[in-house]
């Protein structure tokens, strides 16, 4: 089982109010599906903290899983048990602090900045655009 803490107060609304926390693991379910992430889950959300269970099919998408669910306005935890058909090592996460980019975040992460379209490949479909990040999401940093 692992745990996965997050900014509460960061995050997407998936009720359309920034004051309003998630607080339906059927919108939750939603946003995953809408994102297109693999897996077969079962979500539950406690207060401020999702529980996921399930299987996915690649560490990938068990991180992606993770990141849709806790990047999300109102979470500040994702406890989850997914399983994974085929063990791969897991990525890194970073935590994106006021005035970071990718390619600063790259530049810690790999000691260069250009490599940051990694970093972005790594998030999709969550990020839509390198520019589109903010303080407080939670990020993949995959090993190169």
Do not use: C
Not at 7 to 23: I, N, Q, R, T, W
Not at 74 to 103: C, Q, Y
């Amino acid at each position: 089982m692992g745990f996965f803490e997050f900014v509460k107060d960061a995050g997407k609304s998936l009720f359309g109010g920034d004051d309003e926390p998630a607080s339906s693991a059927t919108a939750l379910e939603k946003e995953v599906a809408d994102l297109g992430l693999d897996g077969d889950v079962k979500v539950e959300v406690e207060g401020e903290t999702v529980k996921v269970a399930g299987a996915a099919p690649t560490q990938e998408a068990r991180e992606k899983l993770i990141l849709a669910l806790g990047n999300v306005f109102g979470i500040s935890k994702v406890e989850e048990e997914i399983a994974v058909d085929n063990a791969e090592p897991e990525a890194r996460f970073h935590t994106v602090e006021r005035g970071d980019t990718l390619w600063a975040v790259s530049e810690k992460a790999y000691g260069n900045g250009a490599k940051y379209q990694a970093i972005f490949e790594a998030n999709k479909p969550m990020l839509s655009h390198p520019d589109k990040i903010y303080p407080g999401q939670v990020l993949r940093i995959p090993e190169l």
